[in-house]
């Protein structure tokens, strides 16, 4: 495969606009660390924020996916708690666990106790991705931040969550404190994608990965808005905008709504049924992590599946429908990488 010189060239940056691709593009949400050896040597006994907060670590680390698959895009090695851990939240990503808020956030004071993320919190973003786009030459590399529901479940729940009892229950039932949250880590998403694209990122994501916990009219009354504005900031830069959550089979069309370019789709939507939902947008999807865990023909058979149905979208960007499970064999994603870019587009 012959690389792009410029990401604006790029197979990835086509398909998201809409245009015509030379191969469907494909990377992989969880690319960048995880299931690497190479990841976990650079790692060794350097914590989860430390290395996000270390440009040189961070660079190393985005760049090793691609040098390994080739993937058509680049996703920056971070997390979406760091701008909160810039501004002073005590927080910290414990191994196995994920993100853990040594005081859980609950009361209007608690809300408006968290400073606003500024551009100088965050210079070591700026450093970060200005490194890796000369690294990077014509691949592009794909920004992103946490959505306000899905930050705002580790601010209030402190940790990971299954039901995401108390962030709700805060949204139902305290609904000044729920529009105060939510207005500040949307203000500090956008902050946070702006910084990522000055510096030179190419396209953003906004994950809002537990978003399928909510029926569709509280979606809409009480979360979309919110997004939508991260969205329509990220818009103003004049890059694609990827919108992306789990179990969101019921929310497609209304996470389109909120401003996105492409909808991320998880493995459960056949991208058939996700494509008319979506409306005049790209989808980003959808095959099933586990499935790399199969023989490869059984694997690449359903890729097939995934590519064809993904010709009836305005673009279709091939990704997992979820992130990539930490024990999978990065040699069957090599596979999985060329068969997608071989396929006839
Ligand atoms: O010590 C380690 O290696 C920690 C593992 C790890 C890594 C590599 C965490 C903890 N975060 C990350 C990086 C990360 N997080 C990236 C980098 C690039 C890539 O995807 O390759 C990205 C985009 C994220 C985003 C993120 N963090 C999301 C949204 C995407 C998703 O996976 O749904 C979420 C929900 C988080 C929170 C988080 N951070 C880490 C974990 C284990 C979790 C999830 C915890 C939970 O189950 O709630």
Redesign the pocket.
Known sequence: MTSPTSPTDSAFLKAARGEPVPHTPVWF??????SLPEYLRV?EGVG?LESCMNPELVVEITLQPVRRYGVDAA???????LPLKAVGVDLD?K?G???VVENPVRTLADVEAIPDLTPEHVTFITEAVQGLVAELGGTPLIG?A?APF?VAS?LVEGG??KEHAKTKAMMFGAPDVWDALMRKIAAMSATYLEVQVAAGASAVQL?D??AGALTPADYRDQVQPHSARVLERAGALGVPRIHFG?GTTNLLGLMGEAGADVVGVDWRTPLADAIPLVGDRGVQGNLDPTLVFAPTEVMTARAAEVIEAGRAAKGHIFNLG??VIPSTDPDQLKRLTEFVQSYPS
């Open positions: 949400m969880r690319q960048a660390g995880r790692r989860m996703i920056f090695f971070s997390d979406i708690v990503i191994p666990v994920g993100p992103f946490g899905t580790y990971p969550s994950f990965s537990w789990v979820h992130g």
